[in-house]
């Protein structure tokens, strides 16, 4: 069976991510309503019941506003570190508690669910913690590395790894600097533990660059300070420098922030 990739969500109003073969699946977090998540995954012929487990990177709204219904109403397990579970049901924004559906993960430690293998891994952010997953299938080897101000050789390392990687490219520094964020919250976004720009991790992925990797998404763009071209075309403009093109040596595509991306089948 081949590995499935979709993204049902992907920015600061919600982000959620399925990974997932003709039978089962799991979602890497579910910062969406849960009405929307059955929705498009239905669209996609994927059934609730074939989802074994979600993964959560971090306690921000964006990431956990469907994870109560799934875990409690669903009996589908939550797994997630122990400060970020504690932010969960700490959280204003969340209805149903985890109580039954909570399942602890250590960050470096690997869990099975079926065929997936997933390891959690540290990266900054300005969260309770916070953590980018490496999810194994057979010989495909997949990243989701987001919310991070900044990559940390730890965080570089899972990165690196990757045949396919769904990378963080949060904004544009004009953009953020021209714009009307207050100062406390522009700092917030670029001070190192809050998010990445179209800059930074374009230098990062042209500097890492390995032909083993095949698929680049580019995500968690922000409504106000970010847009899709603006993300590819940093990518564009530093994979150009070195000689890397795109559509040749690799696929690069900036996901929407609210509409689903097509279901992907990844080899």
């Not at 059934?47 to 709204?61: C, K, N, P, R, S």
């Not at 207050?182 to 390995?210: M, Q, V, W, Y």
């Amino acid at each position: 069976m081949k590995l499935r990739f979709l993204s049902l969500a992907s920015g600061s109003s919600g982000n959620c991510y399925y990974f997932g073969t003709d039978e089962y699946g799991i979602l890497l977090d579910a910062g969406i309503s849960l009405r929307t998540i059955k929705k498009v995954l239905k669209e996609n012929h994927i059934g609730l019941e074939q989802i074994m487990a979600v993964f959560v990177t971090h306690d921000h709204t964006d990431h956990i506003k469907a994870v109560g219904g799934l875990g409690e109403k669903y009996g589908i397990p939550i797994f997630a570190t122990e400060s970020v579970h504690n932010g969960i049901n700490n959280s204003r924004f969340i209805g149903n508690k985890l109580y039954t559906s909570r399942s602890t993960i250590k960050k470096g430690e690997t869990v099975l669910v079926k065929e997936f293998r997933i390891t959690a891994f540290d990266v900054p952010h300005d969260a309770s913690d916070c953590a980018g997953y490496l999810i194994q299938y057979k010989d495909q080897r997949c990243v989701l590395a987001t919310d991070m101000g900044r990559i940390t050789e730890t965080a570089a390392h899972y990165i690196r790894t990757a045949n396919h990687l769904i990378i963080e490219a949060n904004y544009d520094e004009e953009m953020l600097n021209n714009g009307n964020y207050p100062a406390f919250l522009k700092e917030r976004i670029r001070n190192g533990n809050g998010h990445l720009c179209n800059k930074e991790t374009a230098s990062f992925l042209a500097d890492n660059f390995d032909l083993h990797i095949k698929n680049i998404w580019l995500c968690h763009l922000s409504k106000d300070n970010n847009r899709p071209d603006l993300a590819y075309e940093a990518v564009e403009t530093a994979f150009n420098r070195c000689g890397i093109r795109i559509g040749f040596d690799v696929n690069v595509t900036a996901l929407k922030r609210t509409t689903p991306s097509e279901l992907y089948i990844l080899e």
